[in-house]
């Protein structure tokens, strides 16, 4: 069964920083780009950042560009959001999603339970 | 970037009722969109994608349709455990962005 999970969120006051995980199981997680999707509460869903599969192309919304930074370890199965200089706007639940795989389209076929993080003083 | 916009962003059908949602891109996106269905405290769940393919597991009520600019979701058949909210997604470039939500729910 194609499994990712989330840990490391957390409260965090501002401009401080947190680092996300995401493990994947039941997949060869090597083959796979994968994804950070946020959701404030009570809000809609926002794309964050994309990694594809050997880290050689890494994408991220404007809202966190030059703050966030995503990386993966294919050794441990496992990609990484390291959130710096962190805002208030940047409370949201975060999801780890997998990219579906087809050529050139971005959709998202697998997510975790997700993880809060909290930014306040 | 590409915006999308969903409507209506709530409607209330009764059970076995046809429901349809449509998204609009502010470009065309060719059949590049999908579809996805999040229950409260949950994870969305990816319904359609190519604008018109059924995710493998999705029951085939669920149907998508459109291309260009305009798609539609729908729901031939509404039931219970289809109360939740859907976003469609376009997965033509980055930045990936999503609609603004459709909540759905039982008269």
């Known amino acids: 069964e194609v499994q990712v999970v989330e840990s490391g969120g957390g409260l965090v006051q501002p401009g401080g920083s947190l680092r996300l995980s995401c493990v994947g199981s039941g997949f060869t997680f090597s083959s796979y780009s994968m994804n950070w999707v946020r959701q404030a509460p009570g809000k809609g869903l926002e794309w964050v950042s994309f990694?594809?599969?050997?880290?050689?192309?890494?994408y991220y919304a404007d809202s966190v560009r030059g703050r966030f930074t995503t990386s993966r370890d294919n050794g441990r199965n496992s990609v990484y959001l390291q959130m710096n200089s962190l805002r208030d706007e940047d409370t949201a639940v975060y999801y780890c999603?997998?990219?579906?795989?087809?050529?050139?389209?971005?959709?998202?076929?697998?997510w975790g339970q997700g993880t809060l993080v909290t930014v306040s003083s | 970037d590409i915006q999308m916009t969903q409507s209506p962003s709530y409607v209330s059908a009764s059970m076995g009722d046809r429901v349809t949602i449509t998204c609009r891109a502010s470009?065309?996106?060719?059949?590049?969109l999908a579809w996805y269905q999040q229950k409260p405290g949950k994870a969305p769940k990816l319904l359609i994608y190519s604008a018109s393919s059924l995710q493998t597991g999705v029951p085939s009520r669920f149907s998508g349709s459109g291309s260009g600019t305009e798609f539609t979701l729908t729901i031939s058949g509404l039931r219970p455990e289809d109360v939740a909210t859907y976003y469609c997604q376009q997965g033509k470039s980055f930045p990936v962005t999503f609609g603004t939500g459709t909540k759905v729910d039982i008269k």
């Open positions: 470009q065309s996106l060719s059949k590049w």
């Open positions: 999603a997998r990219d579906l795989g087809l050529w050139e389209e971005d959709y998202f076929d697998s």
């Open positions: 990694i594809s599969s050997a880290s050689s192309n890494k």
